[in-house]
């Protein structure tokens, strides 16, 4: 019995306020109880009052330093658009000058022509 008291205490539901307990999905209650999952999904804290959100411990919310993989994914993510941007903008630079170049070529040309 004593280990059955302690198996409970483990349970994280047991560590959440019941205001918070009842303003969650029904399903993400169950898969608490049932140790399938050990943090709160994202997903079901934005669905909570603002104030009911602050008095989930933050041991028990899953956020996006809890996935390492994500977290270089997004990096990478990043990084790829600043090179992008950067090479978006020497190209269109690049166009500019040919095109100006061109225009002032034919000037110079019907310039000295005339």
């Known amino acids: 019995m004593a280990q059955h008291a302690q198996a409970d205490e483990s349970n994280p539901i047991d ?3 019941p205001e918070v307990v009842e303003a969650l999905p029904p399903d993400i209650v169950d898969r608490l109880e049932n140790g399938e999952l050990d943090r709160i999904p994202t997903e079901a804290l934005e669905e909570l009052r603002p104030d009911l959100a602050d008095r989930v411990p933050d041991s028990l919310a899953e ?7 994500l977290a270089v994914v997004l990096v990478l993510i990043g990084i790829a658009a600043v090179l992008g941007a950067i090479w978006g ?3 269109g630079f690049l166009k500019v000058a040919v095109v100006l170049g061109v225009v002032a070529a034919v000037a110079w040309f019907l310039f000295f022509r005339a």
């Open 89 to 91: 903008a020497a190209k």
């Open 15 to 17: 560590r959440l306020p």
């Open 63 to 69: 956020a996006a330093s809890d996935n390492p993989g």
